[in-house]
Protein backbone atom coordinates (compact mmCIF):
# COMPACT_ATOMS: atom_id res chain seq x y z
CA UNK A 1 0.00 0.00 0.00
CA UNK A 2 1.57 3.32 -0.82
CA UNK A 3 2.73 5.60 2.21
CA UNK A 4 0.67 8.34 1.11
CA UNK A 5 -2.98 6.16 -0.25
CA UNK A 6 -5.25 7.39 1.77
CA UNK A 7 -5.18 10.98 1.95
CA UNK A 8 -6.95 13.99 -0.04
CA UNK A 9 -5.88 15.27 -2.75
CA UNK A 10 -6.03 18.99 -1.72
CA UNK A 11 -2.76 17.53 0.85
CA UNK A 12 -0.79 16.11 -1.84
CA UNK A 13 1.58 19.16 -1.87
CA UNK A 14 2.01 18.56 1.84
CA UNK A 15 3.45 15.07 1.88
CA UNK A 16 6.77 14.60 3.85
CA UNK A 17 7.36 10.77 3.10
CA UNK A 18 7.37 9.18 -0.35
CA UNK A 19 7.92 5.41 -0.88
CA UNK A 20 9.29 5.71 -4.71
CA UNK A 21 12.76 5.24 -5.48
CA UNK A 22 13.39 1.92 -3.87
CA UNK A 23 16.68 -0.06 -3.60
CA UNK A 24 17.24 -3.70 -2.86
CA UNK A 25 19.58 -4.86 -0.94
CA UNK A 26 20.89 -8.21 0.57
CA UNK A 27 19.86 -8.47 4.13
CA UNK A 28 19.33 -10.80 7.29
CA UNK A 29 15.96 -10.40 9.93
CA UNK A 30 17.21 -11.79 12.97
CA UNK A 31 15.90 -12.11 16.84
CA UNK A 32 16.96 -14.05 19.60
CA UNK A 33 15.01 -15.76 22.73
CA UNK A 34 16.12 -18.36 25.79
CA UNK A 35 14.43 -22.32 26.36
CA UNK A 36 14.72 -22.47 29.58
CA UNK A 37 16.27 -25.00 31.32
CA UNK A 38 13.17 -26.87 33.50
CA UNK A 39 11.11 -29.48 31.14
CA UNK A 40 7.67 -28.11 29.97
CA UNK A 41 8.79 -24.55 31.32
CA UNK A 42 8.83 -22.83 27.50
CA UNK A 43 6.27 -24.30 25.76
CA UNK A 44 6.38 -21.71 22.91
CA UNK A 45 8.66 -19.03 21.30
CA UNK A 46 7.27 -16.00 19.91
CA UNK A 47 10.17 -14.80 17.62
CA UNK A 48 10.63 -10.86 16.08
CA UNK A 49 8.19 -9.52 18.65
CA UNK A 50 10.56 -7.40 20.35
CA UNK A 51 12.27 -3.92 19.85
CA UNK A 52 14.47 -1.71 21.27
CA UNK A 53 16.94 -4.06 22.30
CA UNK A 54 20.71 -4.52 21.73
CA UNK A 55 21.71 -5.03 18.01
CA UNK A 56 23.29 -9.03 19.49
CA UNK A 57 19.83 -9.51 20.36
CA UNK A 58 17.24 -8.50 17.07
CA UNK A 59 17.40 -5.96 14.62
CA UNK A 60 13.95 -5.30 14.22
CA UNK A 61 12.56 -1.65 14.56
CA UNK A 62 8.96 -2.42 15.74
CA UNK A 63 7.48 -5.64 17.04
CA UNK A 64 6.22 -7.65 14.71
CA UNK A 65 6.34 -5.81 10.95
CA UNK A 66 8.51 -4.07 8.92
CA UNK A 67 8.32 -0.55 8.64
CA UNK A 68 6.91 1.70 5.77
CA UNK A 69 8.13 1.59 2.75
CA UNK A 70 10.81 -1.25 3.93
CA UNK A 71 9.67 -4.99 2.38
CA UNK A 72 12.01 -7.98 3.49
CA UNK A 73 11.90 -11.60 0.62
CA UNK A 74 12.87 -14.31 2.66
CA UNK A 75 14.87 -16.77 0.67
CA UNK A 76 16.10 -19.23 3.74
CA UNK A 77 15.18 -19.73 7.34
CA UNK A 78 17.88 -21.20 9.71
CA UNK A 79 18.27 -21.26 13.20
CA UNK A 80 21.68 -20.58 15.58
CA UNK A 81 22.36 -21.33 19.02
CA UNK A 82 23.92 -19.08 20.93
CA UNK A 83 26.54 -21.64 22.93
CA UNK A 84 29.93 -21.56 24.32
CA UNK A 85 32.47 -24.49 23.98
CA UNK A 86 32.04 -26.82 27.08
CA UNK A 87 34.54 -29.21 29.23
CA UNK A 88 32.07 -32.48 29.76
CA UNK A 89 32.90 -35.37 32.02
CA UNK A 90 31.68 -38.31 30.32
CA UNK A 91 29.23 -40.26 32.42
CA UNK A 92 29.73 -44.24 32.49
CA UNK A 93 27.08 -44.70 30.68
CA UNK A 94 24.39 -43.12 28.33
CA UNK A 95 24.45 -39.82 26.27
CA UNK A 96 27.17 -36.81 26.82
CA UNK A 97 24.99 -34.49 28.82
CA UNK A 98 25.70 -30.63 28.34
CA UNK A 99 25.57 -28.02 25.56
CA UNK A 100 25.01 -31.04 22.79
CA UNK A 101 22.81 -32.70 24.35
CA UNK A 102 20.79 -29.61 25.03
CA UNK A 103 20.71 -28.89 21.29
CA UNK A 104 19.64 -32.41 19.99
CA UNK A 105 17.04 -32.29 22.60
CA UNK A 106 15.36 -29.35 21.46
CA UNK A 107 15.64 -29.80 17.55
CA UNK A 108 13.91 -33.40 17.86
CA UNK A 109 10.56 -32.08 18.88
CA UNK A 110 10.36 -28.68 18.09
CA UNK A 111 8.35 -27.27 15.46
CA UNK A 112 8.51 -23.61 13.70
CA UNK A 113 5.56 -22.28 11.89
CA UNK A 114 6.13 -18.87 10.40
CA UNK A 115 2.81 -16.71 10.51
CA UNK A 116 2.20 -13.72 8.11
CA UNK A 117 -0.73 -11.82 8.37
CA UNK A 118 -3.52 -14.57 8.49
CA UNK A 119 -1.40 -17.15 6.91
CA UNK A 120 0.42 -19.95 8.17
CA UNK A 121 3.88 -21.90 6.42
CA UNK A 122 5.38 -24.95 7.67
CA UNK A 123 5.22 -26.68 9.63
CA UNK A 124 8.78 -27.32 10.08
CA UNK A 125 10.85 -29.63 12.26
CA UNK A 126 13.79 -27.62 13.44
CA UNK A 127 16.40 -30.18 12.43
CA UNK A 128 15.37 -29.21 8.73
CA UNK A 129 16.37 -25.72 10.03
CA UNK A 130 19.77 -25.32 9.93
CA UNK A 131 22.33 -21.90 10.28
CA UNK A 132 25.47 -21.65 8.01
CA UNK A 133 29.06 -20.10 8.10
CA UNK A 134 29.05 -21.03 11.92
CA UNK A 135 31.92 -23.29 14.35
CA UNK A 136 30.78 -26.60 12.98
CA UNK A 137 30.20 -29.21 16.44
CA UNK A 138 33.23 -31.20 17.55
CA UNK A 139 33.90 -33.64 20.39
CA UNK A 140 37.65 -34.97 21.64
CA UNK A 141 38.19 -37.04 23.89
CA UNK A 142 41.90 -38.26 25.89
CA UNK A 143 42.21 -41.49 27.50
CA UNK A 144 40.30 -44.90 27.46
CA UNK A 145 38.12 -44.76 30.92
CA UNK A 146 34.52 -44.06 31.39
CA UNK A 147 35.74 -41.05 32.96
CA UNK A 148 36.79 -39.39 29.84
CA UNK A 149 36.63 -35.77 29.23
CA UNK A 150 35.01 -33.88 26.34
CA UNK A 151 35.49 -30.76 24.50
CA UNK A 152 32.35 -30.01 22.90
CA UNK A 153 30.81 -27.52 20.55
CA UNK A 154 27.75 -27.83 18.46
CA UNK A 155 25.59 -26.30 16.34
CA UNK A 156 22.69 -28.07 13.43
CA UNK A 157 24.49 -28.46 10.74
CA UNK A 158 23.68 -29.39 6.56
CA UNK A 159 22.57 -27.40 3.75
CA UNK A 160 20.35 -24.30 4.36
CA UNK A 161 16.29 -24.79 3.88
CA UNK A 162 15.62 -22.80 0.57
CA UNK A 163 12.44 -21.31 0.23
CA UNK A 164 11.00 -21.78 -3.07
CA UNK A 165 8.99 -19.82 -3.89
CA UNK A 166 10.62 -17.06 -1.54
CA UNK A 167 7.90 -15.42 1.02
CA UNK A 168 7.43 -11.56 0.93
CA UNK A 169 7.28 -9.60 4.15
CA UNK A 170 4.91 -6.49 2.98
CA UNK A 171 5.34 -3.19 4.62
CA UNK A 172 3.38 -2.84 7.86
CA UNK A 173 2.27 -6.57 7.30
CA UNK A 174 2.18 -8.35 10.77
CA UNK A 175 4.23 -11.58 10.98
CA UNK A 176 5.69 -14.33 13.69
CA UNK A 177 7.75 -16.94 13.70
CA UNK A 178 6.86 -19.49 16.46
CA UNK A 179 8.83 -22.41 18.00
CA UNK A 180 6.58 -24.96 20.03
CA UNK A 181 7.08 -28.51 21.38
CA UNK A 182 4.25 -30.21 20.77
CA UNK A 183 5.22 -32.68 23.85
CA UNK A 184 6.75 -30.08 26.00
CA UNK A 185 9.82 -28.33 26.04
CA UNK A 186 12.66 -30.28 26.94
CA UNK A 187 14.90 -30.79 30.10
CA UNK A 188 18.19 -28.92 29.76
CA UNK A 189 20.86 -28.82 31.94
CA UNK A 190 21.29 -24.78 31.15
CA UNK A 191 19.42 -22.37 29.53
CA UNK A 192 19.11 -22.51 25.32
CA UNK A 193 19.52 -19.00 22.86
CA UNK A 194 17.98 -19.46 20.01
CA UNK A 195 17.87 -17.04 17.15
CA UNK A 196 16.42 -17.44 13.92
CA UNK A 197 17.70 -16.24 11.02
CA UNK A 198 15.87 -15.47 8.07
CA UNK A 199 18.18 -14.65 5.09
CA UNK A 200 17.22 -12.74 1.55
CA UNK A 201 16.94 -9.50 0.27
CA UNK A 202 15.72 -6.26 1.96
CA UNK A 203 13.58 -3.11 -0.28
CA UNK A 204 14.38 -0.06 1.44
CA UNK A 205 13.92 3.95 0.71
CA UNK A 206 17.02 5.45 -1.11
CA UNK A 207 18.01 8.51 0.67
Known amino acids: MAINQNIPDAWSSYVTQ ?15 LTIAAAANSTPELRFYQQTNVALDVSNMKQPGMLGNPEAFLIETIGFYFKVPAQIIAAAAAGPFTGIMNDIVLAVNTGIAELTIGNKKYGPWPLFKLPISTFVKGTITSAGATAANTAVAYAQLDGPLYPLFPNLMLSPLQPFVLSVRWPSGSPALSASLIMTPV ?10
Open 18 to 32: INLGLEVVPDVLYDT
Open 198 to 207: FDGQRARSIQ
